[in-house]
């Protein structure tokens, strides 16, 4: 016997059981989840796990196995990470990407390798247009929706010269055009900041001398932290709209009395009306010990919408189970969930004010910023 | 643009520039006495921002905070010196790069385990908070004022201590000879085991001025540690001097340049590419700084010219 023979027996065998394995989650599923768990960006992974898993847990399933692992915020990790779910542990479904750069090395490589993904967080234009998949689902925003709902709130409340900054990558340049998009007032000016810069001492001498009457910024995570402690600090009293990025449960504690009273978007807020997010926010709370975030709707939303997909077909019929997604018969925790031709959510998203409840820092829903809003790509999609 | 803007701007980039130079300046006591290349100087400017934020928000005192980052850094400083960094100072940078680089990963690790993965609230004092009238009708906030005040009051006490007291000598003479100050009977292990706790205090205070300002969270560290890297490879390594001077270059360089490079790229660029374009360029601005003092002087402006 050759050592070709040797290693093609070898490769049957591994077949065999690979094909045994398929049948063996025939009815569940084998889903992985690549988030980002440490490092400073491990606070919306985390969110987006748990969540994930309430609703795995709630649904009692058992036949559902979740693998996760850590993309510690860095390409080339998810990437490895990916390669390996998919072909050594022949994952049926993907999930878990925070950041729209890592989602751009992941997911289209994913979806031709005939896995499905569904994102819980990232939304990055590309994948929203041309670049889209049958394969692929967003289930929480495309990355411009929430800034657009800051510029039609800022059309409301009477803002006609905004001053606007957002991080110098693809994202901060979706948060920019997505405001502009629907803002229809003058700028004061427009910068783009270093990517996780701390010190926006410069930027906010620069407001204060430009005659704005409002400010519009995405600093998602720390460097949303940095600016509003500082701004506050500046004497600067301009109104301050901004997406949920830098006002979500993780970060407002952290911020303090410096956000209070600032509007900012949202496609979901703890005390959006309907039975299903009451029972999410408790079950969160009494489960974590924390209030739970946007992030942590959005990955509760993604497991729930795997769960009403697996109830109707399994996964290895992949035309009936993209038919089961694609209905999105879930009850969403943010009320009405559709999804539009492009597999982006087609829905309301809100404003809302960062108040103080007792000792805790979090928003209270102010209404909705824009109806049944789809994105601006969706006319780029041929699937 | 008008005076008061570059004025602001100025006093921006000194504030920043001085809050280098505490980090800088522990870095490059290090480097120039010991010879070692500590990564992990980062973390110790991240502990002392987490024990700020932790005693200050349990205490409600800010100075209680402040002099809980000085002792928690100065020991971490201490624990790390006698425990890894001792083994290292006869070893090839490169190992000293992993072990202080294994050591970023363990304090990282370690703070999120004790404190969590989300961000502590740290708060400057409300004496502090606010802005104030300069003349000129220069508003500018009251704790960056402090900040630059301490920032200058402790580089005035590290020149005192470098040129005026005994430690100081001993410090200098470690930097220029090591084999002589050992050969000379000074207890080198305790004066390195001291130098280390001293900058890492430093980095543990900047970390506590700075935190109450950005965000306290876990990697914090790092991306000051590349800033500081920077400083003294343009101050010249083992130079408090250097350092000095080298951190208000680069904290200048970084805040003007972020302001006027794309307003000056606007005189003859569309406003929509200038911006980016000039916001490029500003974020590159520091290291072209470094190659032309590099260019200028190979050893950085202060470093001990090669005989």
């Not at chain 1, 590309?126 to 929480?140: E, I, R, S, T």
């Not at chain 1, 906010?204 to 600090?233: C, E, H, T």
């Not at chain 1, 939303?301 to 019929?317: C, M, Q």
């Amino acid at each position: 016997m050759t050592f070709k023979a040797l290693t093609l027996g070898v490769a049957a065998a591994a077949l065999m059981a690979g094909g045994a394995l398929a049948d063996g989650h025939a009815g569940g599923a084998k889903i992985g989840m690549i988030t980002t768990l440490s490092g400073g960006g491990a606070g919306l992974g985390i969110d987006v796990r748990d969540g994930f898993m309430l609703a795995v847990e709630q649904s009692g399933r058992t036949d559902i196995e979740v693998l996760i692992e850590d993309d510690q915020r860095k390409p080339d990790i998810a990437v490895q990470l990916a390669d390996k779910m998919i072909q050594a542990e022949n994952v049926d479904i993907m999930t878990g990407i925070i950041w729209s750069n890592l989602a751009m090395a992941v997911v289209p490589s994913t979806t031709a390798q005939g896995k499905f993904y569904l994102s819980p967080n990232a939304g990055p234009s590309a994948l929203a247009g041309k670049g889209c998949h049958q394969n692929y689902f967003n289930v929480a925003w495309q990355n411009d929706n929430l800034h657009e709902a800051a510029g039609a709130h800022a059309n409301g409340a009477g803002y006609g010269n905004t001053f606007i900054l957002a991080p110098n990558y693809p994202a901060g340049k979706d948060a920019l055009t997505g405001y502009k998009r629907m803002y229809e007032g003058e700028l004061a000016g427009e910068i783009y900041t270093k990517l996780g810069q701390t010190d926006y001492a410069a930027e906010i001498a620069q407001i204060r001398a430009s005659g704005a009457d409002s400010v519009f910024f995405f600093l998602p995570g720390g460097m949303g932290i940095s600016f509003l402690k500082q701004y506050a600090a500046s004497g600067v009293d301009l109104p301050v709209v901004g997406p949920a990025f830098s006002f979500d449960q993780g970060i407002l504690q952290a911020v303090g009395d410096a956000a209070l009273g600032v509007v900012n978007t949202s496609q979901w807020n703890k005390d959006l009306p309907g039975e299903a997010n009451a029972a999410f926010v408790q079950t969160f709370e009494a489960k974590y010990g924390r209030l739970p975030s946007l992030y942590a709707s959005q990955g509760f939303d993604t497991a729930n919408l795997i769960l009403s997909a697996l109830d109707k077909a399994p996964v290895s019929d992949q035309d009936a189970f993209r038919e089961a997604l694609r209905a999105a018969e879930f009850t969403s925790v943010r009320g009405e969930f559709k999804f539009g031709a492009n597999h982006h959510p087609i829905q309301d998203i809100y404003a809302r004010e960062v108040v103080q409840e007792g000792d805790v820092f979090t928003n209270k829903l102010l209404g909705v910023a824009l109806e049944d809003h789809a994105d601006a790509y969706a006319g780029d999609c041929k699937m | 643009m008008s005076a008061i803007l570059i004025a602001e701007q100025v006093l921006n980039g000194l504030q920043f520039g001085v809050m280098l130079f505490l980090m800088a300046a522990g870095l490059t006591l290090i480097f120039g006495v010991m010879g070692l290349i500590n990564l992990a100087h980062g973390s110790l400017y991240m502990v002392g921002a987490f024990a700020a934020a932790a005693v200050a928000g349990a205490t409600g005192s800010f100075v209680l905070g402040l002099g809980a980052a000085l002792a928690a850094a100065a020991a971490a400083g201490v624990l790390i010196e006698m425990l890894v960094i001792r083994r290292l100072y006869r070893a090839a940078h490169l190992d000293q790069v992993l072990a202080t680089f294994a050591l970023i990963l363990i304090f990282s690790e370690g703070t999120r385990w004790v404190f969590g993965s989300f961000p502590l609230y740290l708060d400057i004092p409300a004496a502090l908070s606010g802005p104030v009238s300069l003349p000129g009708g220069i508003l500018y906030p009251a704790y960056r004022l402090a900040l630059i005040a301490a920032g200058l009051a402790v580089a005035a006490g590290l020149w005192w201590l470098t040129a005026r007291t005994r430690v100081g000598i001993q410090i200098r003479a470690g930097a220029d000879d090591r084999e002589m100050i050992a050969a000379l009977g000074v207890d080198i292990r305790r004066l390195y085991t001291l130098v280390f706790a001293l900058g890492a205090a430093l980095a543990g205070l900047a970390g506590a001025l700075v935190g109450a300002i950005q965000s306290v969270q876990v990697g914090m560290g790092e991306p000051v540690l590349i800033l500081a890297f920077v400083v003294i490879v343009i101050g010249g390594i083992g130079s408090i001097k250097g350092a000095f001077i080298g951190a208000l270059l680069v904290g200048l360089t970084d805040t003007l340049g972020g302001i006027f490079l794309p307003e000056l790229f606007k005189l003859f660029m569309a406003p929509d590419t200038a911006t980016q374009a000039g916001s490029a360029l500003a974020s590159m601005a520091i290291y072209i700084l470094m190659s032309a003092v590099l260019i200028w002087r190979p050893t950085g402006l202060y470093g001990a010219r090669p005989a």
